[in-house]
């Protein structure tokens, strides 16, 4: 099955620091990555869609200068948290989907906690 | 948008057959019905998708009847490692955008012994 690889899993950063995530797919080329993010007990929130090589779609209420996004290959996708601040602090969820291919297949996410 | 329906929650015990119900009104003809698992700190997993009638594959089943509104999930002899939050999505991942990957509140899955 098609493997989505995210790293870190855990990141702890002080405030005003920028984090970077990355995520890749293993053993296809995504042509569509989507990012994430999760508060606890709550459902999945789609932040951002981005397809290689052209700029990210944002959703409503997600800043792009805030939450930049790169996806600069078909496997591999990249999300910087800019100035983190506490308020960013939670788990975000990447995942892939390739031509041809209603899946989605998610990366295994990444905890950000900013003190 | 195509949203989706759950319960919150549902219990039920070892050995026993869980089947979970998702609404999806405003379904469209291209749309299929996708069903992952997630399990706490962890990314979903994808369980299972359809597009109608019945699917089955080595952990579920997927019921959907003929006019789409609804789908249920069937897991057969569940575990208490089925304990997971499920979520239906309905939509084309290839569209991208809330259209077709807006998660719901999902339904909580508790498996006692």
Redesign the interface.
């Known amino acids: 099955g098609a493997v989505v690889s995210q790293h870190p899993s855990r990141v702890i950063c002080k405030s005003g620091t920028s984090v970077k995530i990355e995520c890749r797919s293993l053993d296809f080329q995504a042509t569509t990555m989507f990012w994430y993010r999760q508060f606890p007990k709550q459902s999945l929130m789609l932040m951002a869609t981005s397809n290689e090589g052209s700029k990210a779609t944002y959703e409503q209420g997600v800043e792009k200068d805030k939450f930049l996004i790169n996806h600069a290959s078909l496997t591999l996708s990249t999300l910087t948290v800019t100035s983190a601040h506490p308020e960013d602090s939670s788990f975000y969820i990447c995942s892939a989907s390739f031509q041809g291919n209603e899946k989605l297949f998610f990366g295994s996410g990444t905890q950000l906690s900013v003190l | 948008l195509a949203k989706t329906t759950q319960p919150i929650s549902m219990d039920s015990y070892e050995g026993q057959e869980v089947n979970i119900t998702c609404s999806h009104n405003n379904i469209a003809t291209n749309d ?1 019905i ?1 069903w ?1 698992q997630q399990f706490p ?6 369980i299972i ?1 359809g597009y109608k009638t019945k699917v089955t594959n080595e952990v579920a089943s997927l019921f959907i009847p003929a006019d789409r509104k609804s789908s249920t999930l069937s897991l057969p002899r569940v575990s208490l490692s089925d304990t997971a939050v499920y ?1 239906c ?1 309905v939509g ?3 569209r ?3 259209d077709g ?6 339904t909580h899955l508790i498996i006692q012994p």
Not at chain 2, 41 to 46: K, L, M
Not at chain 2, 101 to 106: A, C, H, P, S, Y
């Open positions: 299929y996708t992952y700190s962890q990314g979903p997993r994808f998708q979520y999505l084309d991942a290839r991208g955008g809330a990957l807006t998660f719901g509140k999902g």
